[in-house]
């Protein structure tokens, strides 16, 4: 079962900089997938292209955007 966190540290900070959404999402995989359920992703994004992509590959991942306020964006990884 996993924890809320809304309220602590995120567990990874990753700032992705100007990454288009291909490479973008493939790296954000692979990092999410390395942390555990319930764990916070503190995420740079300036790329525009962020702003629609990050939140719709959420949706479509199960992965939760809790905050998105670009460029920045906080995502709590998915229950298994």
Same mark, same amino acid.
Do not use: F, Q
């Given at each position: #079962?996993?924890?809320?966190? *809304?309220?602590?540290?995120?567990? &990874?900070?990753?700032?992705?900089?100007?990454?288009? @959404?291909?490479?973008?999402? #493939?790296? %954000?995989? %692979?990092?999410?997938?390395? #942390?555990?359920?319930?764990?916070? %992703?503190? %995420?740079?994004? *300036?790329?525009?292209?962020?702003?629609?992509?990050?939140?719709?590959? @959420?949706?479509? *991942?199960?992965?939760?955007? &809790?905050?998105?306020?670009?460029?920045?964006?906080?995502?709590?990884?998915?229950?298994?």
């Amino acid at each position: #079962m996993g924890r809320e966190r *809304t309220g602590g540290p995120p567990a &990874v900070e990753w700032d992705a900089g100007d990454s288009g @959404c291909g490479e973008l999402v #493939m790296e %954000l995989r %692979l990092r999410l997938n390395a #942390m555990k359920p319930g764990d916070l %992703l503190k %995420l740079t994004a *300036t790329d525009p292209g962020a702003r629609e992509d990050l939140p719709a590959w @959420c949706r479509l *991942t199960g992965h939760a955007l &809790v905050e998105s306020g670009h460029p920045i964006y906080l995502i709590r990884r998915r229950e298994d």
